[in-house]
């Protein structure tokens, strides 16, 4: 590790203890909290508070074995616990189905931030996963830096070219590993909720180039968040599994095909799973973000 990036950690490692006694009043008087702009804003902040600072603490850890993406179980351990703090209760169904050691590329929804942390509540379930984001997340330090560490692929995706290159290079952890690689094909947070957005054939085409299963995995809807009104309370989330699509003697001919199937069975189930918790007793019911 160069001495400019050790700098640059302990000048991150500084401004993080500035805030550090304001994150811990924050911590304190969420639950008790009935302001409700005071408690939105609060879970969005404690959440990134306590991610940076677990970053920083499990980053040495990290550099001990860097890429690992075992190191993601670790960091689900320590981070589930921020559920309790902001009010989010997670449902996994059909887990069995992400139990099993093997190539596979999951597929999810994407609404909010918070999809990382129901990921952190059962990552010791999928055990080797590597999780893709965006190549700007990497920037975001001390997060992006341990994120890195801990086995995250990053990629390019406004260069369409380079973004296959990097999704073919992370291929070889399918291939050698037996690792789950996680997308979220929308491409970007679809903060609406009323379905999903179009799907982007990276995911299908590493699923076909490695002849592994395609996961499907849906989140129902966060109801208990309005970003309009800025509330936030007390949810639950379920995270209901799919059974695998084959991809075996599938060809670049198929990805179409296998991409429109896999959003036509996420939407449906994500339909279903809004109709469920919609009819939980929240004062935000129909109100998704």
Avoid at 28 to 39: A, D, E, F, G, W
Avoid at 103 to 110: E, F, L, R, Y
Avoid at 167 to 172: F, G, N
């Amino acid at each position: 590790m160069s001495t400019t990036m050790i700098l640059s950690l302990l000048n991150i490692l500084q401004s993080e203890l500035h805030m550090v006694p304001a994150a811990i009043l924050l911590i304190l008087i969420l639950p008790l909290s009935s302001n409700q702009r005071v408690r939105y804003y609060g879970c969005f902040i404690v959440y990134i508070f306590i991610v940076s600072a677990a970053a920083l603490v499990l980053l040495p850890i990290f550099l001990l074995r860097p890429k690992n993406v075992r190191n993601c179980v670790l960091t689900g351990y320590l981070l589930r616990h921020i559920s309790k703090l902001v009010g989010i209760q997670w449902e996994l169904r059909r887990r069995d189905i992400l139990e099993v050691e093997r190539g596979a590329v999951i597929v999810a929804n994407h609404q909010s931030m918070f999809d990382i942390l129901g990921m952190f509540d059962f990552w010791d379930v999928m055990g080797k996963c590597a999780a893709v984001a965006r190549k700007e997340v990497f920037y975001v330090w001390p997060f992006g830096l341990a994120a890195w560490a801990a086995g995250v692929v990053f990629i390019d995706r406004k260069r369409g070219r380079v973004a296959n290159h990097q999704l073919d290079e992370a291929s070889s952890l399918i291939k050698l590993h037996k690792t789950k690689l996680w997308l979220f094909p929308e491409g970007t947070r679809n903060r609406k909720g009323d379905t999903l957005l179009p799907f982007k054939r990276g995911a299908f085409r590493v699923a076909v180039a490695c002849q592994v299963p395609i996961i499907p995995v849906v989140y129902s809807p966060y109801y208990f968040m309005n970003a309009e009104k800025k509330y936030f309370g007390h949810g639950r989330v379920i995270v209901h599994v799919l059974d695998p699509i084959s991809t075996e003697g599938k060809t670049e001919n198929d990805i179409d095909a296998l991409m429109e199937e896999s959003r036509e069975l996420m939407v449906k189930q994500y339909e279903v799973l809004k109709q469920e918790v919609l009819t939980l007793p929240n004062p935000e019911n129909g109100k998704i973000q």
